[in-house]
């Protein structure tokens, strides 16, 4: 039995280790997942369980021994419940089937060992990985007792004998074999998770060489060949792995980096120590040059000698250009700091008092006074004016607010004393664990006086009302109080000097200051005036002594422009005068008011001028128009007149005493003729021939003609312009207004006394356009017909153009010489202006729009003595009888023979049946039904005259209107004499027929 017993141990002994073996492979070594983990083991358990069983010690059949209830019992222990639980269902599976005497009991051994297992796991975890012995041999001995005491379930003889020959055994041996193999299972275990340990510390270890952000590489201490490199390295170099193990690093870079690389190598295998190189050059393939920080350490193998070259390089190259750009932008901080305009102040937030000034940039200084020294480290309550108040403003605001920023006023006083207004634009900042407030300020003294100027100012502009004298009073005052000036005055412009139009402060003797040598014509001719010129001695002017003798010793002025002059707007001190810019741009804004307040009141002069020169110009138009409708019907009974007057006189011998008679009535249908004539040319109406005529030439012409008309004690000078004078008038007409203006002027000067007629050519200024609408733009021939006689009044100026106005005696004039003057240059489309003042003289002016045409040649046409008769075929058409009658006797006694008819009608029938064209059609323009020139041209058509002269007492509209004046046209204007008509005939059949066209 001995023998039996011994193989059977060593036979589960083998089992048993076969279980420490499959513990270490299925709870260590697999992948599983845990679930699976256990039921493997749990069925590899039950097999050793069911092979332990298999060879058993035999005590009598049906009752055996093996070591299960060592299995079992630390298989509860070390596996857990559910390997435990398919071990017991396998075994137990096994013994019932196995059957015999002892089968309850084998079961009760099964079920007891394992369940103590599990038991003493759940309470006693530990166990299993400290491994106490005692607990260890307490917990087999447990187990067994157990086992003993399963053997009572036999019958008790057979329990009893079983006991005797097993308890030895079971209390002493198996105890001892659980505790061997757990301490087996405890130290596996123990192993297998040092292994795990330094495995996952491997894993760890490469996975930190492989992922640090630097270059890991290890060189072979023998050829310093690489034999590791991580993927930093890979990254930074550009190549990859494969193509760097293996090679060094006279490989890839050039011979003196790679020199440089190979001796700092061999220093730190010599020396055995840690090289720290702070910064070296490398080239990489896709990065270029860069700057590395590179540690190198000697690793030493087992027997202490240098194995590998451990080198750690950290690619510094962005850190050396963020170093430098934040040196760069320090430096740029400083300059900044340094010379910004504005006062920077850099105020440190302490927990107990006020906040203390850390730092403040020159400009601060300059700003206050102070030094750095004297400001550093002291409260920056030191600064303002009322401590209490600004500093608790201040603290009031710290937090939030001043985080986001904040924006605020407060009074600083310099170190002298004197106290300025500042604008804070402060913000907390937290720097090297400071709280500090950087405060920008900036003196907005002058700006705040500025806007309290300009609030004046606006309140002045907005109260101005109608009155322009109040208002540049007002405008004048503001200013002077402004500047603190002594006096303030505001000049015009006027001719050669200026004039005072307002004044503020001390009383000013002149209202006048001649241009020439006064601080105001400086200004006006200085072109750095723009901003306003000073002058701290007035006595250096010529025209300012009055001035400097009241005190006044500095002038600062400002030139005044608006569309109808200019003027000075000016200051005067009692000291020397230093205006700032503030100054300058107000002087700026207070001259625009005025000129604008000057260019109104033009405006509205301008305005008034206009509206009574419309209410003049439609008092013409009314009168003009009366003078048109009567003219027609005068000049017809004028023509009658004298056309009769002419044939008694023809009739008359040399002695007849009626023959003076005829010749008074033959002067008063001149004087009528004339009359008439200045009321059409008064209200330019009169038929005109204008022509391209040299000015200087119709002057010149006159003057021998105007002196004999003036008398010898008047004196005529004559002043031409030097270039030809070209304008389009008539010549006739113009004349006469060259004759009616110089006879005024000789009615106007007493003996000794001068008259002057000039001509100049000229361009006006835009504002002199606008006030004459009707004038043409460009450049303009002038006439002007100066004296120096009693001159004109204001209100016989309002009149002085208005037909039968006259301020001579009685008798003396008809009052249209001016009226014939106005309106033959108005219908010359010029204008006309008269200067005067009483006792000063006066000066008309004419202006024509200047023409570049040749001048036209008088032509030489047939005159009154050269008449003679002829025996041509005309056809005479006059509806008014006396002037029918009258042609025919005129035109009969010159030889001709003379067809006559009332109207249209009449004379084309009368044409018809003389059955030959008449040479000569004479008809009246104006004729009821059928008019002169559509008569003309219906015979024209007819071939029914070879000629037409046209005949008219209307005005000059009216012969427009029926196209007589254009060129080709014959015509010959009522009223004229019997000579006039007769010469005008024979002009027309002699000359060609493409000049007596229909």
Not at 120 to 145: D, N
Not at 276 to 283: G, Q, R, S
Not at 698 to 718: A, F
Not at 984 to 993: S, T
Request: hydrophobic letters at 40%; charged letters at 25%; one cysteine or more.
């Amino acid at each position: 039995m001995g023998t039996e017993l011994f193989i059977s141990l060593i036979y589960n002994t083998s089992l048993l280790l076969v279980l420490v073996a499959l513990y270490s492979s299925v709870t260590f070594g697999s992948s599983l997942p845990p679930r699976w983990k256990d039921i493997i083991a749990g069925v590899l358990i039950g097999l050793i369980g069911v092979a332990v069983m298999a060879n058993p010690w035999t005590l009598h059949p049906g009752i055996v021994f093996d070591v299960r209830s060592i299995l079992l019992s630390v298989t509860g222990l070390f596996f857990g419940v559910i390997p435990t639980a398919l071990a017991v269902a396998l075994i137990g599976a096994f013994r019932l089937s196995a059957g015999g005497a002892g089968v309850w009991t084998g079961l009760s051994v099964i079920i007891t060992s394992a369940g103590l297992g599990l038991i003493w796991q759940h309470f006693r975890p530990a166990l299993k990985q400290k491994g106490g012995l005692p607990e260890l041999y307490l917990f087999g001995l447990s187990v067994h007792l157990l086992m003993l005491a399963c053997m009572l379930i036999m019958p008790r003889p057979v329990a009893f004998e079983v006991l005797r020959y097993i308890s030895a055994p079971v209390l002493f041996v198996y105890p001892i074999g659980t505790v061997l193999l757990s301490i087996l299972l405890i130290h596996q275990r123990a192993n297998r998770r040092l292994d795990e340990t330094m495995r996952e510390a491997k894993d760890l270890l490469e996975s930190v060489v492989e992922n640090v952000p630097l270059m890991i590489f290890l060189k072979d201490a023998a050829d310093l060949r690489f034999v590791l490199f991580n993927r930093a390295g890979e990254e930074l170099l550009g190549r990859g792995r494969k193509d760097l193990i293996g090679k060094n690093d006279l490989d890839f870079f050039p011979p003196d980096q790679a020199e440089h690389f190979i001796a700092k190598d061999r220093e730190v295998l010599s020396g055995g120590g840690i090289l720290d190189i702070p910064e070296e050059t490398i080239d990489t393939e896709n990065k270029g040059q860069r700057l590395l920080h590179t540690r190198k350490v000697c690793v030493n193998g087992p027997d202490g000698a240098p194995k590998y070259l451990l080198g750690i390089s950290e690619d510094i190259t962005g850190h050396k250009q963020a170093a430098a750009a934040l040196r760069d932008s320090e430096t740029g901080y400083r300059i900044l700091f340094g010379q910004a305009r504005d006062s920077i102040l850099v105020l440190e937030i302490v927990p107990a008092g006020d906040p203390v000034i850390s730092d403040l940039n020159e400009a601060a200084l300059q700003e206050l006074g102070y030094s750095r020294g004297e400001l550093v480290g002291k409260p920056v309550s030191i600064l303002h004016e009322n401590d209490d108040d600004a500093v608790s403003r201040l603290k009031s605001s710290f937090g939030p607010r001043w985080e986001k920023g904040v924006v605020f006023e407060v009074r600083h006083k310099r170190k002298d004393g004197s106290v300025f207004t500042a604008e804070v634009s402060g913000r907390e900042i937290i720097l090297g664990g400071k709280r500090l407030i950087i405060s920008v300020e900036r003196n907005i003294t002058e700006k705040k006086k500025s806007a309290e100027r300009l609030e004046k100012i606006n309140s002045v502009l907005l109260s101005l009302g109608p009155d322009s004298g109040k208002n540049l009073e007002a405008l004048v005052r503001l200013f002077g109080s402004l500047l603190g000036a002594d006096c303030a005055m505001y000049n015009r412009l006027e001719g050669e000097n200026f004039s005072v139009r307002a004044f503020w402060g001390d009383c000013l003797e002149r209202t006048e200051f001649k241009a020439e040598g006064s601080p105001c014509f400086k200004v006006l001719c200085d072109p750095e005036a723009a901003c306003g010129l000073v002058f701290n001695e007035l006595s250096e002017f010529a025209d300012a002594a009055c001035l400097a003798g009241k005190g006044f010793r500095s002038y600062f002025g400002h030139p005044v422009k608006f569309e109808s002059g200019k003027g000075v707007i000016s200051v005067l001190y009692r000291r020397a005068c230093e205006p700032n810019e503030e100054d300058k741009k107000l002087l700026g804004i207070i001259a625009s008011a005025i000129g604008m307040e000057e260019g109104r009141s033009a405006g509205a002069v301008a305005a008034r001028e206009s509206e009574a020169r419309l209410r003049q110009s439609q008092k013409m138009e009314a009168v003009g128009l009366l003078a048109g409708g009567i003219a027609h019907d005068f000049n017809n009974i004028l023509t009658a007149i004298k056309g009769y007057c002419s044939l008694v006189d023809n009739t008359m011998v040399q002695e007849d005493p009626a023959r003076e008679d005829m010749r008074e009535i033959m002067n008063a249908a001149d004087r009528a003729t004339t009359l008439t004539r200045q009321l059409l040319a008064f209200s330019r109406r009169q038929i005109m021939a204008p022509k391209v005529v040299d000015l200087n030439k119709t002057l010149g012409d006159m003057q021998k003609m105007l002196r004999r008309i003036i008398g010898e004690d008047i004196r005529l000078s004559v002043k031409l312009f030097s270039a030809p004078c070209l304008a389009k008038v008539d010549p006739g007409q113009i004349e006469q207004v060259v004759v009616n203006l110089v006879l005024n002027a000789r009615d106007a000067v007493v003996k000794g006394g001068e008259i002057t007629m000039e001509t100049e050519v000229f361009l006006p200024p835009a504002e002199f356009f606008s006030a004459r609408p009707d004038l043409a733009r460009g450049r303009l021939a002038c006439v002007k017909v100066r004296d120096n006689g009693c001159g004109i009044t204001p209100e016989v100026r309002k009149h002085m153009f208005e037909p039968f106005f006259t301020t001579k005696e009685q008798g003396k004039g008809t009052g249209l010489g001016l009226s014939m003057v106005y309106g033959t240059v108005k219908q010359s489309g010029g204008d006309i202006e008269v200067e005067s003042e009483p006792g000063k003289g006066s000066v008309f002016k004419l202006y024509f729009p200047l023409v570049e045409e040749v001048p036209s040649q008088k032509p030489s046409g047939t005159t009154e003595g050269s008449f003679k008769g002829g025996t041509e075929t005309v056809l005479l058409v006059e509806d008014e009888e006396s002037l029918r009658r009258l042609g025919e006797r005129v035109l009969r006694a010159g030889g001709y023979t003379v067809i006559s008819a009332v109207d249209g009608k009449a004379a084309l029938a009368a044409a018809d049946g003389l059955g030959k064209p008449v040479d000569l059609l004479l008809t009246d323009l104006v004729m009821p039904g059928m008019s002169g020139r559509e008569l003309a041209q219906e015979l024209a058509r007819r071939n029914l005259a070879r000629r037409t002269l046209y005949m008219s007492g209307y005005t000059d509209e009216a012969i427009l209107k029926h196209g007589v004046l254009e060129p080709g046209i014959a015509f010959i204007y009522k009223p004229f004499t019997v000579d006039t008509l007769a010469v005008k005939v024979r002009e027309v059949l002699d000359g060609p027929a493409d000049q007596a066209r229909a």
